[in-house]
């Protein structure tokens, strides 16, 4: 109710301001889908030797970015950045939380505004299913604490150990749903609440917010999907996972064009951040808990036909926090005028209006320590101590990669997007602009050893450390 009343004051503040924005004749459904640690190089359409034609079908269709990045590499900070538009430094959520003492009263903000609340204000209806992982117990975090009207899922990360059984419960708003489910059971009750709310009678626009837990562990795909890809061994469990994600993308698909509002609806889809030790970033290096692009580029794809023309491969550099301030053009929502909004409005981009991308930079944290910046073309690495890491990254191994660095790294990601050839003795103006880059994001959302000017406290004592 707090965050409703805070939406509901800025907008009236800003019509008042600035006038009505300018709506679309027809306010979109918007869907989004967000996966859970699938690499940059799991779908077909990315490289993967392993199609997963639904997924594909829907990049054809549509709009398919090969530099899409997020605002964090591991779970709980990048759905914060997702959902609110903004850095998690600077929103107050740099560290993903977990069911330990410690993170009792850890959440996103209640003073933070999210894609929710704000189409909520503008007449949408905002349901979410699937993994929430920002506080569901936190006074104020819960999803219906944060814009959304309907929530279906496990709160946080399904764990196996016998002794947790509320991390494998669905709740359906505040109430258990099923407790103790088999993992196996959990995509499937998804997709239908997901497919069934669609074919379902509506008098609003809607917002769908359908966080996977694909392709996260348990890698534990459902019987029909067992040997689906046809690989064997471990890589083959894996593989069969990501075509049962393909699948559910599919029947979400399907169940729009079923309804007949396919022109009048949105579909997006991303992972939450690079792949931990199952999936493949190829041709990208890292993955999940390092600041290297497989730990930050992602899948993005937008179809919405009629508006989104098909087949379009993108190479401008967007991020997931785009997503709030787009959805708000989208829906004739004015954004609040009393905090800074790290996203940027792509809709021209996705229209085909323009291919220049919105930003000039990015900054990549890993917890608290800011250890890179880019433009679009360069990528400025600066020297990091294990000391320096949070828990998720203390040392190097498997797709853990220069977690530490003794010296600076310049990488030309257009000719190497892998990252392997340090340029930065060719480029020394390049990289005294980066530098500069980076003390401005230091001094304005923080750094491991500087709370920065514009950066919501966190409220955690040692926040690098998981205990």
Sequence with gaps: MKRLMIATALMAAALMSTGLAAEPASKPNIILIFADDLGYGDLGC?????????????????????????????????????????????????ISRHPLPKYEKYGISP?????????????????????????FYVEGS???????????????????????????TIYRNREVFQKDVDFTEVTKLYTNEVVDFIKGEHDKPFFIYFAHHIAHTPIEPSASFKGAS???????????????????????????????????????????????????AKPLSGGKYVTMEGGHRVPGIFCWPETIPAGQVSEAMITSMDLLPTF?????????????????????????????????????????????????????????????????????????????????LLFDLDADAGEKKNVIAQ????????KKQADRARKEIGDIDVVGSDQRPHGLIDPQEKQ
């Design 328 to 408: 708000c053009h989208l829906a004739g929502v004015e954004l609040p005028s009393d905090r800074k909004i790290d996203g940027k409005d792509i809709s021209g981009l996705l229209t085909g209006k323009t291919q220049a991308s919105p930003h000039e930079f990015f900054f990549y944290y890993n917890g608290l320590n800011l250890q890179a910046v880019r433009n679009e073309r360069w990528k400025l690495h600066f020297p990091r101590t294990a000391k320096d890491q949070p828990y998720w990254a203390k040392q190097d191994s498997g797709k853990r990669v220069h977690t530490t660095l003794k010296k600076p």
């Design 111 to 135: 003073e933070e505004l999210t894609i929710a609340e704000l189409l909520k204000s503008g007449g949408y209806h905002t349901r979410m299913v699937g993994k929430w992982h920002l506080g």
């Design 46 to 94: 990315y490289g993967s030797p392993v199609k997963t034609p639904k997924i594909d079908a829907l990049a054809k269709e549509g709009f398919r970015s090969t530099d899409c990045l997020v605002a964090a590499n591991v779970c709980g900070p990048s759905r914060a950045a997702l959902l609110t538009g903004r850095y998690p430094m600077r929103m107050g959520h740099p």
């Design 230 to 280: 046809g690989v064997k061994g471990r890589a083959g469990v894996y593989s069969d996972f990501v075509l049962e994600l393909d699948d559910s993308v599919g029947s979400v698909h399907a169940a729009v064009e079923e309804a007949g509002i396919a022109d009048n609806t949105l579909i997006v889809f991303l992972s939450d951040n690079g792949p931990a030790r199952d999936g493949s």
């Design 427 to 434: 480029h020394p103006e390049v990289v005294g602009e980066l």
């Design 142 to 168: 819960h999803p219906l604490d944060a814009g959304f009207d309907e929530y279906f899922g496990l709160h946080g990360n399904y764990i196996t150990e016998k002794s947790r059984v509320d991390e494998r």
